[in-house]
């Protein structure tokens, strides 16, 4: 039997603001404006992948639209 392998389910603040090639502070700007949804477990936020997505596509719409 080979141990299974589980993929990321949460990104912290610093990995999201290194993905999308932000300082951790306008990550956390982002975050607490409600443009990039998370989920505060403990003292520490958390966020989900598909809203990373989310965030990255809303901002290519609303760029596709301006450039329309």
């Given at each position: 039997?080979?141990?299974?392998?589980?993929?990321?389910?949460?990104?912290?603040?610093a990995?999201?603001?290194?993905?999308?090639?932000?300082?951790?502070?306008?990550?956390?700007?982002?975050?607490?404006?409600?443009?990039?949804?998370?989920?505060?477990?403990?003292?520490?936020?958390?966020?989900?992948?598909?809203?990373?997505?989310?965030?990255?596509?809303?901002?290519?719409?609303?760029?596709?639209?301006?450039?329309?």
């Amino acid at each position: 039997m080979t141990p299974a392998t589980i993929s990321r389910k949460w990104h912290t603040m610093a990995e999201v603001a290194e993905m999308l090639g932000f300082s951790l502070s306008k990550t956390k700007l982002l975050v607490l404006a409600g443009e990039i949804r998370s989920i505060k477990i403990g003292r520490n936020r958390r966020i989900l992948p598909a809203w990373v997505d989310e965030y990255v596509n809303r901002c290519a719409s609303e760029a596709e639209r301006w450039s329309a």
